[in-house]
């Protein structure tokens, strides 16, 4: 069963914009939990736009359910930042997911190149798996390194989904999951667990999950936190639960 992990970056964007404390990231993501999320997701930067590391310790530990760290490994010690690394050696969840992005990146944009970066990341894979993390590299639809993740020490990877979102929305639905199950195939035929995230919504995440039935966890944020605004929170879970299991259990 795909499981939905909640993204609440975007409360913490809405947060930081007025300062203060309001709205709760800590209150959306119980909300989130109580209406059925399997997981919460949080994906701090240096430069503190949304999650900050007082929000990803308040986070560690509170719920039943998968906690997921997002980032990139290398990004490393500002004045008020400690270290993605560190994040994840004090708080130890259940999952990382290692993003390659910039500090200047408006959202993450590209998976790994392990050919050039696979031997830095190596180490710290072995490292965080030694604390009992699970990990997973966000990758490119097109890469050819699911074996290379393989042998790096990867559990999982985390298939970016932008460029397939890109495709439904220009009506190109029948390439766009065609591109994932290819996608899927050389993940799955390396040993890989399957994670997608980016860019999924209630219109292409249906799609998706019926060609790619093998996917363990969707990290949604974005269009969830959107729909919440016009739907409500609880509401907005609900949906996109309806839509995993109707993908799962077709009537």
Not at 32 to 59: E, K, M, N, S
Not at 77 to 99: E, K, N
Not at 123 to 142: C, H, N, Q, T, Y
Not at 163 to 187: F, H, I, L, N
Request: with cysteine.
């Amino acid at each position: 069963m795909t499981r939905l992990s909640v993204n609440v970056n975007k409360i913490a964007v809405l947060r930081n914009s007025r300062g203060g404390e309001l709205p709760s990231v800590l209150h959306a993501a119980d909300t989130a939990v109580a209406a059925g999320a399997q997981g919460i997701t949080v994906h701090p930067r240096p430069d503190l736009r949304h999650i900050r590391p007082d929000d990803v310790y308040a986070l560690a530990d509170r719920y039943p359910v998968e906690y997921n760290i997002e980032g990139n490994p290398f990004a490393g010690v500002s004045a008020d930042y400690c270290g993605f690394m560190q994040l994840l050696r004090q708080t130890r969840p259940a999952q990382a997911t290692l993003v390659p992005d910039g500090d200047a990146q408006i959202t993450s944009d590209h998976g790994w190149d392990l050919g050039r970066d696979g031997d830095r990341v190596a180490p710290l894979i072995s490292e965080l798996r030694a604390l009992g993390i699970r990990v997973s590299l966000f990758m490119d639809e097109d890469s050819a390194d699911w074996n290379l993740a393989k042998q790096l020490g990867a559990d999982r990877v985390e298939l970016y989904t932008g460029p397939y979102a890109e495709r439904c929305k220009a009506g190109q639905t029948a390439e766009a999951v065609a591109r994932m199950r290819a996608a899927a195939d050389g993940a799955l035929a390396a040993g890989l667990g399957l994670n997608a995230g980016h860019d999924l919504d209630l219109d292409n995440l249906g799609p998706l999950l019926r060609a790619v039935p093998e996917i363990d966890e969707v990290s949604i944020g974005h269009a969830l936190i959107g729909d919440a605004l016009y739907l409500g929170l609880v509401e907005a879970v609900h949906r996109y639960l309806a839509v995993i299991t109707q993908c799962q259990n077709p009537a």
